[in-house]
């Protein structure tokens, strides 16, 4: 599986954004996914993970009642949207796919990997 995240830049505090990570191959619907970030020097962090149907999300911290994680199957996509967004949610934001589990937390369990997008937010 490839991931390819796009709708990363550059938004005031406050504003949103909606990223995108499309997914090559024919087993998209197979496959748990999630949004993580990372700050240089940091380690990456969950923000917001779906199941393969899409039926169970999951937020991690700050994320929850702010981002909206959901997928689009028929489209090989998955979303994050996200709303009042702070200067503290600056950070690259990878795309992972998992066929290991069904509800992935972890960071080993994402075998497959987006090249990340940046997401900067100005205060």
């Known amino acids: 599986v490839q991931l390819v995240e796009s709708g990363g830049g550059s938004v005031q505090a406050g504003g949103s954004l909606r990223l995108s990570c499309v997914a090559s191959?024919?087993?998209?619907?197979?496959?748990?996914m999630a949004w993580f970030r990372q700050v240089q020097g940091k380690e990456r962090d969950l923000v917001a993970g779906?199941?393969?149907?899409?039926?169970?999300?999951y937020y991690v911290g700050s994320a929850t009642g702010r981002f909206i994680i959901s997928r689009d199957n028929t489209k090989n996509t998955v979303y994050l949207q996200m709303n009042s967004l702070k200067p503290e949610d600056m950070a690259t934001y990878y795309c992972?796919?998992?066929?290991?589990?069904?509800?992935?937390?972890?960071?080993?369990?994402?075998?497959?990997w987006g090249q990340g997008t940046q997401v900067t937010v100005s205060s």
């Open positions: 779906i199941s393969a149907s899409g039926s169970s999300v």
């Open positions: 191959g024919r087993t998209f619907s197979g496959y748990a």
């Open positions: 992972a796919a998992s066929n290991l589990c069904r509800r992935c937390t972890a960071l080993d369990e994402y075998n497959y």
